[in-house]
């Protein structure tokens, strides 16, 4: 759910456009920072940031597994990065639903 249409693009770059929309959609045109965007990655982002929580999850047994008699500061990286990267993929998340929201 965009707020601006794929169409619209093109006309709403020009200061003239903008000024003709309603106040409130002029405020969430500015809000969303990628709103002017052409939208070519199709949820690209997600599933990127997802597949990297799926991998470093994957990674911490291993990395404990073979830092078990030496030290655990492999795995405590990687369980830092996997919480980072689901941190991000939330963010993005909330941020896909909040700005997709069509407020009538």
Do not use: N
Not at 16 to 25: H, M, V
Not at 29 to 45: H, M, T
Request: with cysteine.
């Amino acid at each position: 759910m965009r707020l601006v249409h794929q169409g619209e693009v093109e006309d709403l770059l020009t200061r003239e456009a903008r000024s003709r929309l309603p106040l409130r959609r002029q405020l969430l045109l500015y809000l969303d920072p990628f709103a002017l965007f052409k939208d070519v990655s199709a949820g690209r982002e997600r599933a990127r940031w997802l597949l990297i929580v799926g991998s470093l999850f994957a990674g911490i047994a291993p990395a404990e597994a073979l830092a078990a008699d030496a030290t655990i500061v492999p795995a405590a990286a990687i369980a830092v990065g996997c919480c980072i990267a689901l941190t991000v993929a939330a963010c993005i998340v909330a941020a896909y639903f909040l700005l997709g929201v069509s407020r009538r």
